[in-house]
């Protein structure tokens, strides 16, 4: 007869505590014939008689009470851990590990994390910040920010904004270097190219051309891994560079960095939030997923408008009037 053993000693350990069946099965929310039923089996399975039974009361045999002595304590520990982790699901507090790429999403991150950690006070970020897509699962993360959706199967992604490709330049280099107009000029410039940390590849520049996205490589003046570093140098007028536009829009705005070639600008990448199951998250995850989504989600802060582009362009006499 097949018998679950921690259902069987629960109403054994409740019955000797409460002394009926009939309170027992109450207190466990099943039926008196259910709780005798788990009584019967646990006997059965031990091949010991644990209580006494009358129709009107029920008394512990020696065996029973030896039981009990056993099982009790150990059994009320488990109960403490069950309502242990219901509790701390439903508390905002904790560790809460986040996942996400470098140097592009810093600024947005540390906007997020600060207004939720000053929200929520008892939280402890647990933050890694990389190029590479980790095992989602192995490296037990609650939170991941990624361009493109995640590749992992049992993973919910969130779309957040898009993230455009913007060629900059600074006004310094734009006078001392002149202004590419078309994709052919390129080659004539001093240019920057990111190395992909992951694979050590050279990433070519990409640009909309009509419905499609073509690759454009380019002679590097300056080839780096680190966005912040190129950022730096495209700043400072001494390349041109392909950055993205969360990256690149408060200097556009501020008049630090020039647009180029703004109608060729691809737009079909998006950074996304993923996370598991929305039914077993704890409350901490729901809460940090929930507060993404409240400021990154379509949010023009962080995503250039065409008429943005070209009024920034003309403005530096990029473009014609």
């Not at 851990?81 to 810093?106: C, M, N, S, W, Y």
């Not at 992992?152 to 600074?170: D, N, T």
């Not at 960095?257 to 901490?284: I, K």
Request: aromatic share 6%; hydrophobic share 45%; charged share 20%.
């Amino acid at each position: 007869m097949a018998i679950n053993e921690l259902r069987a000693i629960s109403v054994f350990v409740t019955a000797a505590e409460l002394g009926s069946l009939r309170k027992t099965a109450a207190a466990l929310n099943i039926s008196p014939q259910a709780a005798s039923q788990a009584l019967a089996q646990l006997e059965q399975h031990l091949d010991v008689r644990l209580f006494h039974r009358t129709t009107r009361s029920m008394a512990l045999t020696d065996e029973g009470q030896r039981f009990l002595d056993e099982a009790q304590p150990s059994l009320l520990g488990l109960r403490r851990a069950l309502q242990t982790v219901r509790h701390a699901k439903d508390e905002i507090a904790g560790p809460l590990r986040i996942v996400g790429p470098r140097a592009t999403f810093q600024p947005l991150l540390w906007r997020l994390l600060d207004e939720f950690c000053v929200r929520y006070p008892d939280i402890v970020p647990d933050v890694q910040l990389e190029d590479r897509v980790g095992n989602w699962v192995e490296d037990r993360v609650d939170v991941g920010f990624r361009l493109g959706i995640s590749p992992h199967e049992g993973v919910i992604a969130r779309r957040l904004f898009p993230v455009q490709l913007v060629l900059c330049a600074s006004p310094g280099y734009l006078l001392a270097h002149g202004v590419p107009d078309s994709m052919a000029a390129l080659p004539t410039h001093r240019c920057s190219v990111y190395r992909n940390p992951g694979t050590g590849r050279v990433v070519p520049w990409r640009f909309k051309v009509g419905d499609e996205e073509v690759e454009q490589p380019v002679v590097p003046a300056l080839s780096t891994n680190d966005e912040v570093l190129e950022l730096h140098a495209v700043l400072a007028g001494k390349v041109i560079g392909q950055l993205a536009g969360v990256t690149a829009a408060p200097y556009i705005r501020a008049g630090q960095l020039v647009p180029l070639l703004v109608d060729l600008v691809p737009d079909r990448y998006s950074y996304f939030v993923y996370y598991g199951s929305r039914s077993a998250q704890p409350a901490r995850v729901r809460a940090f997923v929930d507060l993404a989504v409240a400021r990154l989600v379509d949010n023009p802060e962080y995503v250039l408008t065409m008429r943005e582009m070209k009024s920034a362009a003309r403005g530096a006499r990029v473009l014609p009037d």
